[in-house]
């Protein structure tokens, strides 16, 4: 009997091991209405050939009033990401349209609103600086993080 509860232990570990390599592929991350994104830091594993970031607004305020995305670039394009972005307006999400130097985003979100963005992970570099943050104007002075490629 006692090796029946091992083997039934070993296979929920090894379940939710399975389940647990799979999800190190994505990662949600939140933005509320204190202009704050609720992790300073992602890491995106190197065995990932796609990586999948939600952003769940969790505040309450309408996206014209505390609009938040989510934006990749390299660390040194950020800001003239973000002043470019400005100027596309928010019509396009604060991210001007066909810009090569944003590596991913997602759409701008208001209170209670989640969206999600998937990405090739072949254009991220091991040793490269990554940023992330909010495009909507004034917000990436506080509503940013660094996105790093790890083994």
């Not at 003239?80 to 604060?94: F, L, Q, R």
């Not at 963005?117 to 072949?122: K, N």
């Amino acid at each position: 009997m006692a090796t029946h509860w091992k083997a039934l232990a070993l296979a929920l570990a090894l379940g939710s091991g399975a389940s647990a390599w799979a999800a190190d592929c994505a990662v949600e991350i939140e933005g509320n209405d204190a202009m704050q994104f609720n992790k300073a830091a992602i890491s995106v594993p190197q065995s990932c050939k796609q990586f999948t970031v939600k952003l769940k607004h969790v505040g309450k305020l309408p996206k014209t009033a505390m609009g938040h995305n989510w934006v990749l670039s390299k660390a040194a394009d950020q800001q003239p990401v973000v002043t470019d972005g400005i100027a596309a307006g928010a019509a396009k999400d604060y991210v001007a349209a066909g810009d090569k130097r944003v590596l991913a985003h997602t759409k701008l979100l208001g209170g209670g609103e989640s969206d999600a963005v998937t990405f090739s992970t072949s254009a991220l570099k091991a040793g490269e600086t990554y940023a992330y943050f909010c495009s909507f104007p004034g917000h990436a002075a506080l509503m940013k993080g660094t996105l790093t490629l790890v083994k």
